[in-house]
């Protein structure tokens, strides 16, 4: 079945790198993806990785995909207060589109 | 319209009650989908809709639960004799269908059933 597990809290001081650590159980994924929730607001997709590809950069985010060991990881470079949020790892499952989520990992950031 | 529309935003009701929650999707957008998150948890998957048809309707938990989609457009999932363990907050997110299938998702709808 699908599953997707991540750890529940991080904390980072402010300009340190934030690492969010997520697993996946279906190896048939096509893309993966981060999705961002702050305070009171909606879901919003933060960056995606095809399931082909290693490594993604945008900007201060990186993301690394391990896909034998079905792992995925975004870091975030110089963490800033406004990086506080909610980090849902995604994974969309091949054969019918269904993405499921993770339960959310929240990122705490130290003055 | 502009962004993923979700009606009512809050909805207390009482156990056993009849409930709708409507989902205005993003013009053309062909995917609909149905989550639910409960306090700490990430968004569960209920029910996802192509066009007008439901594409996967595993994660709806019980036949109290049941959604449509009759013009390919706006949705509602309905909860026949809510229990107080269907309160949550209901997520709709619709997605062009393009390569990377990214989703857009409303504000969702906070259902409490006393």
């Known amino acids: 079945g699908e599953d997707v597990e991540q750890s529940l809290f991080l904390s980072v001081r402010e300009g340190d790198s934030s690492v969010i650590n997520c697993t996946y159980t279906?190896?048939?994924?096509?893309?993966l993806y981060w999705y961002k929730q702050e305070p009171g607001a909606g879901l919003q997709l933060l960056t995606y990785?095809?399931?082909?590809?290693d490594m993604k950069q945008d900007q201060r985010l990186t993301v690394l995909l391990n896909k034998k060991d079905k792992h995925l990881s975004l870091r975030i470079a110089d963490t800033q207060t406004g990086d506080s949020a909610i980090y849902f790892c995604?994974?969309?499952?091949?054969?019918?589109?269904?993405?499921?989520f993770g339960k959310g990992t929240r990122l705490h950031i130290l003055p | 319209g502009a962004g993923v529309s979700q009606t009512p935003s809050n909805k207390v009701t009482e156990k056993g009650k009849y409930v709708e929650l409507r989902c205005d999707p993003i013009?053309?957008?062909?995917?609909l989908y149905w989550y639910r998150q409960s306090l700490g948890q990430g968004p569960e998957f209920l029910i996802y809709?192509?066009?007008?048809?439901?594409?996967?309707d595993s994660g709806l938990p019980n036949d109290r639960f049941f959604a449509v989609r009759p013009e390919g457009s706006v949705s509602t999932l309905k909860i026949q004799r809510t229990e107080r363990g269907d309160s949550a907050v209901y997520l709709c997110?619709?997605?062009?269908?393009?390569?990377?299938?990214?989703?857009?998702f409303g504000e969702g709808s906070r259902l409490t059933v006393l």
């Open positions: 997110a619709s997605s062009s269908g393009g390569a990377t299938g990214e989703l857009f």
């Open positions: 279906d190896s048939s994924s096509t893309y």
């Open positions: 990785i095809f399931s082909n590809m």
């Open positions: 995604a994974e969309r499952v091949n054969r019918d589109d269904k993405i499921i």
């Open positions: 013009s053309g957008h062909t995917a």
């Open positions: 809709f192509q066009g007008t048809g439901a594409a996967d």
